[in-house]
């Protein structure tokens, strides 16, 4: 991912600073990333930097990184009672719920509060130019035409499994979204489902072409690119990046944050930002992204009981 050149000043500024640093800043907070430095989610966190300290005003952001388990590392350091300061958590759904599905474990929902969803970033269906010009084309295609997807558990992977039950072709998940992305610009796959930011260079270049989105609506980046709904698919599919808090945080401290994330998604700063690496600001509060989560993570324990897609452990 691209970080803009307003993330950078925003981070030269001193909103995520190392531990030392920030020891005697007041209201100083961590924010929990799922991730290792240098990964997506860290990427995430430090091109949001300018923006969240736009959102919410004084307060001091500490950056930790929690890599480890798809997100249920930061669930964990999250609900632990002894922590020093406060902390905001950054998730990527559905990766962590599908990450405590196929680890036996029982709902993270059960440990943290969702605060709010920020960032979409939907999935797309895309193919090889000239390769085919429809989804009826693509469904008509050989018997051994496969749709691609990233690794399991991603936002793309859950959409490219409905995606493939509904359009009768087999699933190939491939070891990381750079792979399904050249299977596809290569023709070694009929299609591969991928999150936009995933897809979006290589549609500019010509090198790939999307046949629809996984959303109920056209989404302004793309607005000749039809829903996968508009096809005849009902396939809806979309990576999220949002916030979580422990469940015992103050309700007034979680009101201003979720006011301050309300405001940021309508941001046009942001939403520039956001379109230069294919992505959407949306607004999910806490009722609406709770409820939306609980679907998902039905969804996918039915999945896994009845179809697990990896195989499972000893």
Known sequence: MRISRRALTGLAAG???????????????????????GGTPDRMARALAPFLERAWPRQALMLRNCPGRGGLEVVSELADRRRARPAIAMLTTPLLLARAVEAGEDSPLSRMAPLAALIEEPVVLVTAP?????LDKLRAGAPDSSIGTPPAGT???VAGMRLAERAGLPLL?????????????????????????????????????????ALPERIPLL?????????????????????????????????????????LAADPDLAAQCGEVGQVPRFLGPEAWGSLLIRQEEQLRRRWRDEPWLPRRA
Do not use: C, M, Y
């Open 15 to 37: 909103l995520l600073l190392p531990a030392p640093a920030l020891a005697n800043r007041r209201n100083a907070v961590d924010l929990l990333v799922p991730g290792p430095a």
């Open 223 to 263: 607005p000749e690119l039809p829903t996968l709904r508009e096809a005849g698919l009902e396939v809806l599919g979309a990576t999220r990046r949002g916030f979580a808090l422990a469940k015992d945080a103050p309700e007034n401290w979680r009101n201003w944050l979720r006011a301050g994330l309300e405001s």
């Open 173 to 213: 998940p491939f070891p990381s979204a750079a792979a399904a992305r050249q299977a596809a610009a290569a023709g070694h796959v009929a299609a591969s489902a991928l999150t936009l930011p995933d897809a979006i260079g290589f549609l500019r270049e010509n090198k790939l072409v999307a046949l629809g989105v």
């Open 130 to 134: 000239g390769r085919t010009t429809d």
């Open 155 to 157: 936002g793309g992977h």
